[in-house]
């Protein structure tokens, strides 16, 4: 069974920067390409970001293109999100999901975590 946990989260200015963490279990981590989606209140959860199993291919949302970087430590199970110059609108729960390729649909994703509060105050 696979496990992932983000870590992160909080509440941050305008302009400000977080970095999110999603840390996996298991031994395949490396396999698989690993995404970050969003949801905010009274909305669809949403793309945000994917990275393929190398960390050599990324694929972004118009939204946060510029302003997001997504990355990964394999040898620490780890993939990460570093946000800059965050937007009122950027806040959302967000979610790490595993091995949808760089699908932006999140029904082709099958594993998820427990998602961290990002709240950007205006």
């Known amino acids: 069974q696979v496990q992932l946990v983000e870590s992160g989260g909080g509440l941050v200015q305008a302009g400000g920067s977080l970095r999110l963490s999603c840390v996996a279990s298991?031994?395949?981590?490396?396999?698989?390409?690993m995404g970050w989606f969003r949801q905010a209140p009274g909305k669809e959860r949403e793309f945000v970001t994917a990275i393929n199993w190398s960390g050599t291919v990324t694929r972004y949302a118009d939204s946060v293109k510029g302003r997001f970087a997504i990355s990964r430590d394999n040898a620490k199970n780890t993939m990460y999100l570093q946000m800059n110059s965050l937007k009122s609108e950027d806040t959302a729960v967000y979610y790490c999901a595993r091995g949808g390729s760089s699908s932006t649909a999140p029904g082709s994703w099958d594993y998820w975590g427990q998602g961290t509060q990002v709240t950007v105050s205006s």
């Open positions: 298991g031994r395949t981590f490396s396999s698989y390409a």
